[in-house]
């Protein structure tokens, strides 16, 4: 009987390894096997319990952490998620390099050699539905009922914007040509309030996409973040922490048994309205790379925002996760491949959501070729307390009797009453927002051609 560190041991490796190591077990390999069915040559060597981590949860549980489960070594050693690493993207998608895993400042981050970005890698992952139970498997090998997760490359920085080009852009870069804010003000250049490094706003949906296919007219690869990635980002994240509440405190420290805990901390969030009005009219502030001493690692680091004189008037905590600046708060985020539309029937008000992963089909308003994935009762708002979840592990809010401390911890606003088509922003911002914000924390309600001072995106490169 082939021992679970003799299956982990021989498993580690190429293609061509995991098939020589599988022949020299006795298993036939012989034909051209793709490497997804590699996964019922795996199962003739007996249980895979010990090739993925994951985690359960009850619906029926207020409490937003979750339990562990699979191979409690690999929730130490999370392999998959130390695959994630910042690097640097040329426009045809090449790799030039990867940046210093412990602090990125010493690498070249203004655009010159490429755009900063994160890699997820590729791997395998699983949804189960067991009554109240839900469970979301990740492995390095596909494994009987798992399905690929498609390597893709996250912009490590809420988008700028490289004026002279109209290119979206994830970089550090404190020129004029790269301000940022919502309305490219030159006033402020020289003060605190400059937007010179900040990222960009204000620009719709529409207006993004296009800003982001101009790194390479050619292809549809350079988009703005998918929702689907945003799943992608979603269950890694619950997985490594246990927890669906982004927003416990950071913690730099193992517990006892060598697992992540806490989260991501409050982040960008619990600026009053006139505050943050007055400040710069409610759009961005932090600049560009202010976590990147964390290099590929989590965490946050304090930005103190000042007056003319000089004097601090609020200090905030810029969160990171493995190298992704401010994955929630300051400013929401444009996501692309959602349309939702409202609708009114005799038997209620009624939600109707579509997505797509595919590039191509990202448009305003048109569903075809996009999969419809829910029908929803309508809701003003509220946190989340369910999810679409499903086969696809659909981050999609359901209902919304909540709260800050339970659940999902996150608020979902699906948005007027109206025939317009919806998009959605996610995130949250700095306005106010506290406990609501998070992850899935998520805004519908501007159709894909609206835009406010409050509203950026994140670049993204989906390989062909």
């Known amino acids: 009987m082939t021992t679970t560190t003799e299956k982990l041991k021989y498993l580690n490796g190429t293609k061509e390894a995991i098939k020589d190591a599988l022949i020299e077990k006795g298993v036939d390999m012989s034909g051209d096997i793709p490497f997804r069915e590699y996964a019922d040559k795996i199962r003739e060597l007996g249980p895979t319990d010990d090739l993925y981590y994951g985690i359960?949860?009850?619906?029926?549980?207020?409490?937003?952490?979750?339990?562990?489960?699979?191979?409690?070594?690999?929730?130490?050693?999370?392999?998959i998620h130390n695959r994630m690493r910042g690097c640097l993207l040329d426009d045809n998608g090449n790799v030039i390099e990867y940046l210093n895993q412990h602090d990125w400042t010493i690498n070249t981050r203004d655009g010159s050699r490429g755009q900063v970005m994160v890699q997820l890698p590729e791997y395998y992952r699983k949804f189960e539905t067991d009554g109240d139970v839900r469970r979301v498997k990740v492995s390095e090998y596909p494994l009987p009922g798992y399905h690929l997760v498609k390597k893709k490359y996250i912009g490590a920085y809420e988008a700028a914007l490289q004026h002279s080009?109209?290119?979206?852009?994830?970089?550090?870069?404190?020129?004029?040509?790269?301000?940022?804010?919502?309305?490219?003000?030159?006033?402020?250049?020289?003060?605190?309030?400059?937007?010179?490094?900040?990222?960009?706003?204000?620009?719709?949906?529409?207006?993004?996409?296009?800003?982001?296919?101009?790194r390479n007219p050619n292809t549809t690869n350079w988009n703005i973040i998918p929702f689907t990635a945003c799943g992608d980002l979603y269950w890694l994240y619950a997985v490594e922490y246990a927890t669906f509440d982004t927003q416990k405190p950071v913690s730099y420290t193992k517990d006892d048994n060598g697992f992540a805990q806490g989260g991501l901390g409050v982040g960008v969030t619990e600026w009053d309205f006139n505050g943050w009005h007055g400040f710069n009219y409610n759009t961005s502030f932090i600049p560009c790379g202010w976590t990147d001493n964390?290099?590929?690692?989590?965490?946050?680091?304090?930005?103190?925002?000042?007056?003319?004189?000089?004097?601090?008037?609020?200090?905030?905590?810029?969160?990171?996760?493995?190298?992704?600046?401010?994955?929630?708060?300051?400013?929401?985020?444009?996501?692309?491949?959602?349309?939702?539309f409202f609708s009114q029937t005799p038997d209620g008000d009624f939600y109707d959501i579509y997505i797509t992963e595919n590039p191509d089909l990202f448009n305003l308003s048109d569903t075809s070729g996009y999969r419809h994935v829910a029908k929803i009762p309508y809701y003003d708002g509220g946190f989340i307390d369910s999810i679409v979840f499903?086969?696809?592990?659909?981050?999609?809010?359901?209902?919304?009797?909540?709260?800050?401390?339970?659940?999902?911890?996150?608020?979902?606003?699906?948005?007027?009453?109206?025939?317009i088509p919806h998009a959605i922003a996610m995130g949250g911002s700095a306005l106010n927002a506290g406990g609501g914000c998070g992850l899935i924390d998520q805004l519908a309600s501007n159709n894909g051609d609206g835009h406010d001072n409050s509203v950026g995106t994140r670049l993204c490169y989906i390989p062909n």
């Open 294 to 340: 964390l290099g590929n690692g989590s965490g946050e680091v304090v930005y103190d925002v000042k007056d003319s004189k000089g004097a601090i008037i609020r200090t905030f905590m810029v969160p990171r996760y493995r190298g992704i600046e401010n994955i929630f708060g300051h400013l929401w985020k444009w996501v692309d491949g959602y349309i939702g």
């Open 56 to 79: 359960e949860f009850n619906t029926t549980t207020s409490s937003p952490d979750c339990t562990r489960i699979g191979n409690m070594n690999l929730h130490r050693s999370l392999p």
């Open 165 to 214: 080009t109209s290119k979206l852009c994830s970089v550090v870069n404190f020129t004029v040509d790269y301000r940022g804010g919502g309305n490219n003000n030159a006033g402020y250049d020289g003060t605190p309030r400059s937007f010179l490094g900040r990222p960009h706003a204000n620009s719709s949906r529409e207006v993004y996409r296009t800003y982001a296919r101009n």
């Open 390 to 419: 499903g086969e696809e592990g659909l981050i999609i809010p359901v209902t919304t009797n909540g709260s800050s401390t339970t659940y999902f911890c996150d608020e979902s606003f699906l948005g007027p009453v109206d025939d």
